[in-house]
């Protein structure tokens, strides 16, 4: 078991230049288009019960960058869970992971967050007239792409190794197995997921 960072460098080689001269304290045009045609990131957020990584997507260009040093990310429906807002009411750190289909490099992000319900900025990220309750500003502390070893390892966007959705449990099937002992085994699966695709397109905004 490796207990210090010297054991840990001592297993691996040093970074190469090119791998730390990629990362920047800003948004440069060429992160920026990786930012505008991304579709989905995943938000990294800390806070006094641990950590959380949550899945957040939108058309392409829904995190906005404001200028270099800003994005600008709106927090559509979800489970209000909050997980990651309460996070960075508490501590403002944060990362991002940038996703492009069919791209294999990534863009990483890290920086501190801010939490606004400024009615213009709202506004201004509205879609069929719903606006977001809050939206997440980013300052940007570093950004950097990271290159396309792990999709390609994963072959992610290979459509000839999508896994078949009936081959794992439904959502339905998971809340049930869940929570059966809690209510007598009430809880009808079936149709949950019946219901659930178009509860999904109901609230998506």
């Not at 996070?87 to 992971?97: F, G, H, K, Q, S």
């Not at 009808?188 to 659930?196: C, I, K, M």
Request: hydrophobic share 40%.
């Amino acid at each position: 078991m490796l207990t210090t960072i010297e054991q840990l460098e001592a297993l691996y080689a040093q970074p190469g230049e090119r791998a730390l001269r990629k990362q920047i304290a800003h948004v440069n045009d060429d992160y920026r288009a990786f930012v505008e045609a991304a579709p989905f990131v995943v938000l990294a957020t800390s806070g006094p019960d641990g950590l959380d990584c949550s899945p957040r997507g939108d058309a392409p260009g829904f995190v906005r960058v404001l200028d270099a040093r800003t994005l600008a990310l709106p927090d559509r429906p979800g489970n209000n869970r909050l997980d990651s807002l309460r996070n960075i009411i508490v501590d403002p750190r944060l990362a991002l992971l940038l996703i492009v289909p069919g791209v294999g490099e990534t863009l990483r992000v890290n920086g501190r967050g801010r939490i606004s319900t400024d009615a213009a900025l709202l506004d201004s990220f509205a879609v069929d007239g719903k606006l977001p309750r809050t939206v997440l500003l980013i300052d940007v502390d570093a950004v950097y792409f990271h290159c396309s070893k792990a999709l390609v390892r994963s072959q992610l966007w290979d459509p000839t190794r999508h896994l078949e959705r009936s081959r794992l449990p439904s959502a339905g099937e998971i809340l049930r197995n869940i929570i059966a002992a809690d209510d007598g085994g009430q809880f009808d699966a079936a149709a949950y997921d019946r219901e659930l695709p178009a509860r999904v397109r109901a609230t998506l905004y």
